[in-house]
Structures are given as C-alpha cells and as structure tokens.
C-alpha cells in the first residue's frame, strides 16, 4: 500500500479529568456512574451525540442478563447503577416488565424491552446527575503511552483534533480500542477468524401484538422455512427474535444476518462496516416484507424504523488476567474476586442461526475482577463486550446485565486506585466489593 508522511504537528490538551471512560454504552454508563459517585472526577467520550451504545445506535431495545433463573425462580440479578436506569426507564414510561425467556428444554431466564427516546434521555439524566462530564461528538483515535501508562486519549472532533489527560482509564469502547493502541493484548474472533455475525435491528409499528403473539411469535421459524422453501423472501437466518416494546403495538425485530459470502463481517474493520449497513438496510426490508405478508399480526403493520448502526456483537477481547470461559458460565462458577453475576445463556450466532447453551442448577455465575484488568498497561480498566473472555464466554458476557456490572466496578475500581495511589490491579479486592454492595450491587452469594 502507498503511504504518506503525515506532517508531526502539537496538539492542545483541552481536558484533564482524574478518570477517562471511552465509550457509552451498557459498560461506559455504569462506569462513568460510579466512578463519579465514587468521587473521581469523571469524563465520558462518545462518538455520537447519545448514550447507550449498541442499545440505542444498533435498536437492541432489550436488557438481556439483568436477570437469571435462580432455582427456577427468574429474579432480577444485576442491580446498582442498572436500578437507577430502570427507574428512569419507568419514570419515563419507557420500560416494559420483564418477560420469562425459555428454551427448549425448559430452562429460563428473563429479558426486559425499552424504548430507545427513553433510553437516551435516561442516561443523559443519570450521568449529569452524577457529575460526569460527558463530551459527546468525540472520536478517540489513539493513545500517549509511555512506560506501560496511559497519559492521554487523542481525539477527532468538528474543533479539531486534541489529547485529553487522565490518571485512570476506562475503555468500554466495545472494541477495545484504547486497551490495543495501549498495547495490551487481545484475541479477535475464534482461532478460525469466525465472529458472532452482526444484526441489523428495526421496529415495526401498528402490529396486532394479542395475534402477532398468539400466532406469529410460536410459529415465526416454520414460516421462515416457508418464506425461503416458496422462492418469494432470502432469509438467511432461520431462526429470529420478535418481541412487543413497551407500547404495546410497536414491535421490534432481531431477525438479519449480516456475512459475506457465509464468511463473518468484522465490526472493527472500516470497509466490513460500510458493508453491513448497506446489507443490513436490504435484509431488514427482505424480512419486513416477509412479516407483513405471512406472519400473523403484520399486515397492517408498518415498518416505523431502521436501527441507525450494524449492531456489532463481537470484535476485539482483551486478555487479561483471567478470561471468563463458557465452562465458567454454564457451571455457574464462583470467583474469590466477584464483582458481580449474570445467568445469561451461551448466545451464539453462527452462520443462518443462534445456538442457545442456558444455565441450569443455580441459574447465575459469578463475573471475577480480573475479567477488567489488562495484563500490560497499569491504570487501565476494561469493561463491556471486549472485557476478557473466550470467545465461548463472550457469547454470554457481552449482554447488557453483565455489561452494566462489569461497568460499576471498573468505574468504582477506578476511583479507588486513584484515591490510594494504587494500580486498579494492586486493589484491595475486598474493599472494592464492600463498596460495591454498599452501592447496592449483587456480587453473589455463595450460599444461594
Ligand atoms: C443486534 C444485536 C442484538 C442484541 N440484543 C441484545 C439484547 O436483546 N439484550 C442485550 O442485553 N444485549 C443485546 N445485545 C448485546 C449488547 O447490546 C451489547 O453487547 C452491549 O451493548 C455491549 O455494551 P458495551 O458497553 O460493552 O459496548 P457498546 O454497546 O458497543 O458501546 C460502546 C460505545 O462506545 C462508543 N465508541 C466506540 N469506539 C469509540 C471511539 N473510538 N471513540 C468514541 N466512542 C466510541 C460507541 O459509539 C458506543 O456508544 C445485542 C447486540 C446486537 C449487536
């Protein structure tokens, strides 16, 4: 490939906070949270002029992992920050109850819809409450590294470009972005290059939710292979998700596939990403034509949005001192250094399907400290869907729930090195726990 010299040029600082969290989404919201209610001072950088992450940019409108069957009971597990979202959620009148999702051969656990607008401002609300400074229309785009410590994050905005300092740093970019151009090291995708494939999300309004219910919802894969068998619709994957919103008559719908040629699409990688819009866009209007004409309570319906992203489930994963593995999941493991717990199924979306592995016994396992530690780079955190799993373990982690707690203790780990003088890795563990509780997180219970 040619290349140029771009001329070296000063960039201004036009920030200096005691915590950097990049990214918000699920993980950034809970981490900018605490970490300023744990009494650093807090900034949040985010490419869009919103919060929410893949909730809001990619339409997901649905907390999975907040909740878990415990001895077939489905509770609400992750609570903390994620309470105050639900509470504004439902303040708002954005939230819909949780629902009971089973598989089949009985297991369960729990989701629960949200209304993006609600989201947006839920978050706007919660963060400023807290005192973060939240700079939206901010592009991280590299790092200042010297000596294994991060000394600022350089960023792209309509001003220009310009370096913001910190003490600690957070990424819940979603791709670990910061955790790379910092050096630490990450996998992407399985040893075969295979990712979880991305979805293009939209909404469809004036749906007959009771037939849509009734008869749509139990018999949507027998008419996908009915859409495809009768040469009418391409509908690559043969199974889906639609769910009501919180409003009864508005749907939403997490039916695309997005791979070229079978192969996966790569949500760090600029060209893959121009790709999936574009298909994704063509694919939803493939399956929105297919509902409307053969899935009972459509026909009225009308196609009411189209997410404004590729909802990306997986790109880079750190590894840190532990990586959290399927095994750990489905065997509702237990850490010494629980900073939280999620009961969400193994989720994986392999080529035209998703694979469901849910949670038996117990129903819940515990998410250690170590999953948000790089091994390299000493005042860093990472939280959210490139935290340090195996790709198996990912399949689970990367939900909201697990997300929003990985978030609350990196974000107070944060607060608390910085108040010791510590790295986030030297922490008294114990201590971190006690302040989560107190902070009303559910770190587990050993006994349950
Ligand atoms: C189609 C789809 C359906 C899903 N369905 C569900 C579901 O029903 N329930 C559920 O709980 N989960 C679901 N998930 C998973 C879940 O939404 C995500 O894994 C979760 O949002 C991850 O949270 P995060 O905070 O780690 O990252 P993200 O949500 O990806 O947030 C990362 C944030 O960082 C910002 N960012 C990234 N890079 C930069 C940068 N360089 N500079 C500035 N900002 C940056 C992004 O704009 C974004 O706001 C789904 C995911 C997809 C794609």
Redesign the pocket.
């Known amino acids: 490939m040619r290349m140029i010299t771009e001329p070296a040029r000063e960039v201004p600082v036009v920030a200096e906070t005691e915590v950097l969290v990049?990214?918000?989404?699920?993980?950034?919201?809970?981490a900018a949270t605490a970490a300023a209610r744990t009494g650093a001072e807090t900034m949040l950088?985010?490419?869009?002029g919103?919060?929410?992450?893949?909730?809001?940019?990619?339409?997901?409108?649905?907390?999975?992992?907040?909740h878990a069957s415990i001895n077939g009971s489905v509770q609400q597990i992750v609570h903390g920050v994620a309470d105050d979202i639900l509470d504004r959620l439902a303040h708002l009148d954005g939230l819909r109850a949780p629902h009971v999702v089973t598989s089949a051969d009985g297991l369960k656990t729990g989701?629960q819809?949200y209304d993006t607008a609600a989201y947006k401002v839920a978050t706007d609300e919660l963060l400023l409450s807290a005192g973060v400074d939240v700079r939206f229309h901010?592009?991280?785009?590299d790092a200042v590294v010297a000596d294994g410590r991060i000394e600022a994050v350089l960023?792209e905005t309509k001003s220009g470009r310009a370096a913001i300092t910190a003490e600690m740093f957070i990424d819940?970019?979603?791709?670990a972005?910061?955790a790379a151009w910092a050096g630490a090291p990450f996998e992407k995708g399985g040893s075969d290059g295979f990712m979880?494939y991305?979805?293009?999300?939209f909404r469809i309004a004036d749906v007959d939710s009771d037939l849509a219910m009734a008869e749509g919802v139990p018999n949507l894969k027998a008419l996908i292979a009915e859409g495809n068998a009768s040469g009418k619709y391409t509908l690559p994957r043969k199974a889906g998700?639609i769910r009501p919103q919180p409003h009864e008559s508005e749907w939403?719908a997490?039916l695309?596939q997005i791979s070229r040629d079978g192969a996966p699409v790569d949500?760090s990688d600029w060209a893959d990403l121009g790709f999936a819009e574009v298909e994704g866009r063509r694919q939803a209007v493939e399956y929105y034509k297919f509902l409307k004409e053969m899935v009972p309570g459509f026909s009225n319906s009308y196609m009411l949005e189209l997410?404004p992203?590729?909802?990306?489930?997986?790109t880079r994963r750190i590894v840190g001192s532990y990586q959290l593995t399927g095994d750990d999941v489905l065997s509702c493991r237990d850490f010494d250094d629980s900073i939280g717990c999620s009961g969400?199924p193994l989720?994986t979306h392999v080529l035209g399907d998703v694979k469901w592995q849910f949670l038996a016994g117990r129903g819940y396992h515990q998410i250690p400290f170590s999953t948000t530690l790089p091994t390299s780079v000493d005042n860093l955190l990472v939280?959210?869907?490139?935290?340090s799993t195996t790709q198996e373990g990912q399949a689970s982690l990367?939900?909201?729930?697990p997300?929003f707690a990985?978030?609350q203790a990196a974000g107070t780990a944060a607060a608390m090195a910085r108040q010791s003088g510590e790295t986030p890795a030297a922490l008294d563990v114990a201590a971190l726990q006690k302040q989560l509780e107190t902070d009303g997180a559910f770190i587990g219970d050993k006994g349950v």
């Open positions: 990049l990214g918000g989404g699920p993980a950034g919201i809970a950088l985010e490419r869009y919103f919060l929410g992450g893949m909730g809001t940019a990619a339409m997901v409108t649905n907390f999975c992992g907040l989701a819809a901010t592009f991280a785009v960023i819940c970019s979603g791709d972005d910061l979880a991305p979805t293009m999300m998700i939403r997490n695309t949500g997410a992203q590729i909802g990306i489930r997986e969400w989720e939280a959210g869907r490139c935290a990367r939900v909201s729930g997300c990985m978030g």
